[in-house]
C-alpha cells in the first residue's frame, strides 16, 4: 500500500503574491496528476491568502544546477563589483533603482 | 470568539513599515460582513428568518465536523489539509448564519449559545450531512451531492432581500464551487478509475443518494419566506448526473429516505448518528461553561 501511495510524484509549487511581479517557488507536493497538484496547491500554499496566481510543475522536470559545480558556476560573479551599478552619483529623487 | 481583532491586526500590517515583510502570509483580509446593515429587513418575519438561517447554519456546522472528522485519518496528507480547508469554509459560513439566527430569533443567542448549548432535537440540518463519514468515496460523494445543492442554492439567495443572508450567499458561492470541483475531481478520478475504485465510488452514491431528496423537500418556513428548495432539484440532479455520466457511474434509482410523520432533519427528527457527532462538538465547551481562550 505504501509503496502505491510512494509512486505519486513530487510537483514543486510557485504562487504569485498579490503584490509581486514574480512567481515563487513555496514548496512541493505529491499529487497523483497536473490538475491534483494544482487543487492540493490551492489547499496547502494558499489559504491565508498568499497569493493570486499558481504555478505547479513537476520535479523531474527541473533541471537543477548541482553543489559540486558551485565553485565555476558561482564564485566567479562574487568580484566583479563593476557589475553593479554604484560608480556614479544617483539623483535623490530617483526611486527603484 | 469575535474576528475583529483578528482583521483590525492583519490589515493594520500593511500600513507598518514593514508589515508586508512582517507576515509569512497574506495581508489586507476583508471582513465580509462589514457595513453590511444587520436591522431586520421589512416585510420578512424575522422568526422565519432566523428559523431559516438555522437550519442553513446547521447543515453547515454539522458537515464541517464531519470533515475535520478526517483530519488525520485521510489517505494522503494533501486531502487531509483539503478536507480541513473545506470544513473550515463550511464552519465560517455556519458562524455567521447562527449569528444571523441568534439575531432575529429574539433570545439574543450568540453563535456559541446556538452551536453548544441546543440538543440533537433543536438542530435543524438535513440528515444526509449528519451520516458517519464512511470510507473516502462516501466523504466525496457527499460533499459533491451537498455542494452542488447549496451552490445552486447561494447562487440565487445572493440577491435576498435579507443583506445579511445575501452577502453569507454571494461569498458562499465562491467557496462551493471549489468544493464542488474538489469533490467531482475525485468523483471522476475513482468513478472512471480501476474496478475496484468504481465499485467502491458506485456504492458510496447508492448509500448516500436517498438522503439527497430532504435537500429539495420544502419546509413550511422555506415556503413562507419564497425559497422552495423543490425549484433546485431539477437543476442540482441534471448536474450531478453530468457528472456521474462522465465518471462512468450510474445515478442510483433507489427511493428518497422515508420522513418520520412528514418529520425529518429539519423539524429535529435526525439518526441516531448526529447525537455522538454533537456530544464530540459540545463536550469542552459543556464541561468548562463560559471558558474563553
Known sequence: MSGERASWPLYEVFVRPRRGLNHVHVGSLHAADDRMALLAARDLYTRRNEGVSLWVVRSDAITASSPDEQDPFFAPSGDKVYRHPTFYPIPEDVPHI | MTDDHVYLSLSDAAGEPDGEARWAYGTGFADPLLGVDAAPPSGIDPADLAAYCLMLGDDALVLSQRLIQWVTRAPELEEEVALA????????????????????????????????????????????????????????????????????????????????????????????????????????????????????????????????????TPHEVELRLGVDPLQLREPVLDRLAGVLGVATLSVPEAAPRAYVNGRAGRHGVHTEELGPLLAELQVVARAHPGATW
Open chain 2, 85 to 216: 480547508n473545506l470544513g473550515l469554509d463550511l464552519l465560517g459560513q455556519a458562524r455567521r448564519l447562527l449569528t444571523r439566527a441568534g439575531q432575529l430569533d429574539g433570545t439574543g443567542r450568540n453563535e456559541d449559545e446556538l452551536a453548544y448549548w441546543r440538543d440533537e432535537f433543536d438542530y435543524r440540518n438535513v440528515r444526509l450531512v449528519e451520516l458517519e463519514n464512511g470510507d473516502f468515496a462516501q466523504c466525496v460523494a457527499r460533499l459533491l451531492m451537498f455542494a452542488t445543492a447549496r451552490e445552486e442554492l447561494y447562487r440565487r439567495l445572493a440577491d435576498h432581500a435579507d443583506p445579511v443572508l445575501a452577502a453569507v450567499a454571494a461569498l458562499g458561492v465562491k467557496e462551493l464551487a471549489y468544493h464542488r470541483e474538489y469533490a467531482q475531481s475525485w468523483v471522476l478520478r475513482l468513478g472512471d478509475g480501476t474496478e475496484h475504485s468504481r465499485r467502491r465510488m458506485q456504492d458510496a452514491l447508492d448509500a448516500l443518494w436517498p438522503w439527497l431528496d430532504e435537500l429539495f
